[in-house]
């Protein structure tokens, strides 16, 4: 997670999870709130029967009015 003052890379932590939870027949790696940092040239590889979840379920949709339109 991206700490301040140092962008940590989380590339590695998340494939671990991700390729742990797949070892056990799979599951869902959940991704708490935050701000995440990721670099190199190793993409994040998804495995079968492997589910991301994180704070929202689809991408947030935001409007001039937010706030005000409740």
Do not use: C
């Amino acid at each position: 997670m991206v700490t301040k003052g140092a962008l940590v890379n989380n590339t590695s932590a998340f494939q671990a999870a991700i390729d742990a939870a797949a070892a056990a027949g799979g599951g869902v790696v959940y991704i708490p709130e935050g701000y995440y940092y990721f670099t190199g040239t190793q993409s994040l590889v998804v495995r079968s029967n492997v589910i991301l979840r994180g704070m929202r379920s689809a991408p947030p949709f935001w409007r001039n009015d937010f706030w005000e339109a409740g």
